[in-house]
T-cell receptor, first 111, second 114 residues
């Protein structure tokens, strides 16, 4: 699986959009971008995933650049409950479903 | 829908003792995973089961760790004997199939080895 690079920490004001970047410059054509988050003392939670098109669900939006070398997870209206570690993971969809987690970005949403 | 259940939530043992963790996946989920998460790091896969068979255990320290999934439902992870560096959160996850895009994680068991 391709390696990802994320900033170790970010702050965001409550009610504002949180934009979390991820660099995956060595991504292959058959690798998807996945985002999970882990709230303190809980297990990771799936957020969203995509291949090349932008994706949106009830939790977030995923913007993937045209060259697919980077992506941004957008939480449109961050709340205090969105404070968590956010993991960007790149993997082949049928690679046994194994997830390889990096260090993630610790997002702190402040009132 | 009930989530992934794990027990105990916390465990403190002395080094060289043994310990076991239990996981009950979401009903109907064929694939089950055990991850180890050391403080400040992301989770690392230890072992993956498909029904009651092992798919991947390449990162499981087999000299001290063992896992089983009898009858393809519940699973237990055992450490014997424990070392100080085994202090971590042990997470269990399940997915409907191996190619499912979403894994569902339990709350984890926090192990402290003294």
């Amino acid at each position: 699986d391709a390696k990802t690079t994320q900033p170790p920490s970010m702050d965001c004001a409550e009610g504002r959009a949180a934009n979390l970047p991820c660099n995956h410059s060595t991504i292959s054509g058959n690798e998807y971008v996945y985002w999970y988050r882990q709230i303190h003392s809980q297990g990771p939670q799936y957020i969203i995933h995509g291949l090349k098109n932008n994706e949106t669900n009830e939790m977030a939006s995923l913007i993937i650049t045209e060259d697919r070398k980077s992506s941004t997870l957008i939480l449109p209206h961050a709340t205090l409950r969105d404070t968590a570690v956010y993991y960007c993971i790149v993997r082949v969809s049928n690679a046994g479903n194994m997830l390889t987690f990096g260090g993630g970005t610790r997002l702190m949403v402040k009132p | 829908e009930a989530g992934v259940a794990q027990s105990p939530r916390y465990k403190i043992i002395e080094k060289r003792q043994s310990v076991a963790f239990w996981c009950n996946p979401i009903s109907g989920h064929a694939t089950l995973y055990w991850y180890q998460q050391i403080l400040g790091q992301g989770p690392k896969l230890l072992i993956q089961f498909q029904n009651n068979g092992v798919v991947d255990d390449s990162q499981l320290p087999k000299d001290r760790f063992s896992a089983e999934r009898l009858k393809g439902v519940d699973s237990t992870l055992k450490i014997q004997p424990a070392k100080l560096e085994d202090s971590a959160v042990y997470l269990c996850a399940s997915s409907l199939e191996r190619v499912s895009y979403e894994q569902y994680f339990g709350p984890g068991t926090r192990l402290t080895v003294t």
